[in-house]
């Protein structure tokens, strides 16, 4: 069973900076996409980010994509997220996911907590 492991949340003050990492406890073959989620109270859990196997980043949102940068090694795998100028609506739970396989399996982090003081 692989698991991922998220680290690097936290509390940061509006316009500070923050990164995310991912790793996986072991290799995963045929990665397709690396993903960041995020969930704040209330909402449905939201794509932040992709990179695919070939390196292209798309961010669904146009303001994340002038702030955030994600980035990451699909061989380990790990999947990485920078994030700056940070805001109090960025405050939620930001998951790490992975798509891989023949039949596209995900595989998902256990979240970690995002929180931005305005």
């Known amino acids: 069973q692989v698991q991922l492991v998220e680290s690097g949340g936290g509390l940061v003050e509006f316009g500070g900076s923050l990164e995310l990492s991912c790793a996986a406890s072991?290799?995963?073959?045929?990665?397709?996409?690396m993903n960041w989620y995020r969930q704040a109270p209330g909402k449905r859990r939201e794509l932040v980010a992709t990179?695919?196997?070939?390196?292209?980043?798309?961010y669904p949102d146009s303001s994340m994509k002038d702030r955030f940068t994600i980035s990451g090694d699909s061989a380990k795998p790990t999947v990485f997220l920078q994030m700056n100028d940070l805001r109090p609506e960025d405050t939620a739970v930001y998951y790490c996911n992975i798509e891989a396989g023949f039949w596209g399996d995900n595989y998902w982090g256990q979240g970690t907590q995002v929180t931005v003081s305005s």
């Open positions: 072991r290799t995963i073959s045929n990665v397709h996409t």
């Open positions: 990179l695919n196997r070939e390196g292209s980043a798309a």
